[in-house]
């Protein structure tokens, strides 16, 4: 599978990779980024991602959506309490936080239904 199709275009420090089938939710659970200096590949991390509902037996458990876009978060607020504050930084992290809260009020409607944990819609 090919590279991601990321957003920023010129500068890039990393590859992003795609690794292996969809799994039935139509997403990726595993996904290999290249560090890259000057063409060369300096390290590869292996980021494992939850795949199964985490209550059955056969999932195989690991990083969820929130977990990345948590670290983000607090590092854009560290830039923030620092000397790199920006506005783009500001504005990075009002729309991570509103999709931490929609992701959290998603987990709070499937615990609600009471199918936290199923392969159930």
């Known amino acids: 599978m090919g590279k991601l199709n990321t957003i920023q275009k010129r500068e890039n420090l990393n590859v992003v990779f795609p690794i292996g089938e969809k799994n039935p939710g139509g997403e990726n659970h595993r996904y290999v980024i290249r560090v890259m200096k000057d063409q060369e590949i300096l390290e ?24 990345l876009l948590e670290i983000v ?10 000397p790199f504050k920006s506005e783009y930084n500001e504005k990075a992290l009002e729309h991570l936080e509103i999709a931490l809260m ?14 936290l944990g199923k392969y159930e819609k």
């Open 44 to 67: 590869s991390i292996d980021l494992r991602f939850q795949k199964g509902p985490r209550n059955e037996k056969d999932s195989v458990h690991g990083v969820i959506d929130s977990d």
């Open 73 to 82: 978060r607090h590092r854009l607020q560290c830039f923030q309490a620092g």
């Open 102 to 115: 929609y992701l959290n009020r998603r987990v709070e409607e499937i615990i609600e239904r009471n199918v």
